[in-house]
């Protein structure tokens, strides 16, 4: 899903807005969730998921094509943890704790 085909669903969900104030309200859901996320605090949307910025080290890797080591900064990185409900959303019916199949031998 793009920007625009969320801004036409948030103006075809939500009676009352135009087009245009539509796009105000997802720039300004945006806006606000890039100011939070870059003071480094997390963003809980509650049946949804997680949002938490994780400083990762610099460390040694190894440029594949050469084997030659080189030095990765250190930097900052977004992960995103889909809670339980989105979890059983995208994989019905393994929320449960199901028993694998027999084995055949």
Do not use: C, H, W
């Amino acid at each position: 899903m793009t920007k625009a085909e969320l801004i036409d669903a948030v103006y075809e969900k939500v009676g009352g807005f135009s087009k245009k104030e539509a796009a105000e309200v997802v720039e300004a859901v945006f806006d606000e969730m890039k100011d939070v996320l870059s003071q480094g605090e997390k963003i809980k949307l509650s049946g949804f998921g997680n949002f938490v910025v994780r400083a990762k080290a610099a460390r040694v890797g190894r440029n594949p094509q050469t084997g030659d080591e080189i030095m990765i900064a250190a930097r900052r990185v977004l992960t995103f943890r889909p809670s339980q409900v989105l979890k059983e959303i995208l994989n019905p019916g393994r929320g449960q704790s199901e028993a694998p199949p027999p084995r055949r031998s």
